[in-house]
């Protein structure tokens, strides 16, 4: 049964910061991993998309790395701003292609100006 | 090009009650997925249409939910009758495929009392 996990459950920096968000996965058999973030009272809105064949995405100040045999992504965010404050959660969609995403608990980010 | 909508944002109910929430995905996408997430724990999925059939229902907690997605356009999820337990935000997420990127709604947050 697939696991997810991420840590730290909240972290609080202050702005300019490079930070790093942990998400580990106890099964390798993946499709894909997704990172999203949720603004408090709002939905979930997909950052980075990360296939099983590939190692990292890139999106603006945004990198995700996947390391699938080790169970692990790790989600970078460089020179953070308070506007990147949020909960960021992992999903991973297994390779039995069912569409079924498996949730980490997040981790709620706050970045003080 | 409207995304995932889902209605009602909050809903308060009295234990023993009925409520119905309401799914409209996007255009074209033929996959639909219920997910929950409880307080303290990670979003969990509940099921998966695609276009009108279950595809997969195995989240789903026990007989009291009832999910339908009649005509293959929007679904409803309906709680009768509605526990304490089923407090919550529940999420509505829309696809193409089942394994391209997901599309959530901001949510319907039920509160049983």
């Known amino acids: 049964k697939q696991e997810v996990t991420q840590i730290p459950a909240a972290l609080s920096v202050p702005e300019g910061e490079n930070l790093v968000l942990n998400c580990s996965f106890t099964d390798s058999a993946i499709y894909n991993l997704q990172w999203f973030r949720q603004d408090p009272g709002k939905g979930l809105t997909s950052l980075l998309l990360?296939?099983?064949?590939?190692r990292e995405q890139t999106s603006g100040r945004l990198n995700a790395s996947l390391d699938k045999s080790s169970g692990r992504s790790t989600l970078y965010i460089a020179a953070s701003q308070p506007g990147d404050s949020a909960t960021y959660l992992c999903a991973v969609l297994g390779s039995s292609n069912t569409g079924k995403l498996i949730f980490g608990q997040g981790t709620t980010l706050q970045v003080k100006p | 090009e409207a995304g995932v909508t889902q209605f009602p944002s909050h809903s308060v109910i009295e234990k023993g009650q009925t409520v119905t929430l309401r799914c409209d995905p996007i255009?074209?996408?033929?996959?639909l997925y219920w997910y929950r997430r409880v307080m303290g724990k990670e979003i969990k999925f509940l099921l998966h249409f695609v276009k009108e059939s279950k595809q997969d229902e195995s989240g789903m907690p026990n007989n009291r939910f009832l999910a339908e997605r009649t005509g293959g356009t929007y679904s409803t999820l309906k709680v009768q009758p509605a526990e304490l337990e089923d407090s919550g935000v529940y999420f509505c997420a829309s696809s193409q495929d089942r394994v391209t990127r997901a599309f959530f709604g901001q949510g319907t947050r039920l509160t049983v009392v």
């Open positions: 990360i296939q099983s064949s590939q």
């Open positions: 255009s074209g996408h033929d996959n």
